[in-house]
């Protein structure tokens, strides 16, 4: 088992993805325990609303699931960086198309 520590963002992006790949959804799966773990949970922000109104606006649908919603949330509590939530994310969505 990997030792997550919150105080390096990179150790839960390591863990995250080192995570064994048992199928489809064992990413989904890591990430839902790596954001129970901390106990980090999503909350919509005013600017979230924002953006959510100004792309209905635009005729677009952009729709996060609950899995991209907590690598958002862990994001925000500083649990993983920026660019390794984007990267998580785009694996994330490769792994849900197949």
Excluded at 51 to 60: C, E
Aim: avoid cysteine; hydrophobic fraction near 45%.
């Amino acid at each position: 088992m990997v030792r997550i520590s919150p105080k390096h963002p990179s150790e839960v992006f390591v863990a995250i993805t080192a995570m064994p790949a048992e199928g489809s959804g064992a990413l989904a799966a890591a990430i839902r325990q790596t954001a129970e773990r901390y106990g980090v949970t999503y909350v919509q922000t005013p600017n979230d609303r924002l953006a959510d109104l100004i792309t209905r606006l635009t005729s677009d649908r952009v729709e996060l699931d609950e899995v991209e919603q907590m690598l958002i949330a862990l994001q925000r509590a500083g649990h993983l960086g920026r660019a390794e939530l984007v990267r998580l994310q785009a694996k994330y969505l490769r792994e849900a198309r197949r």
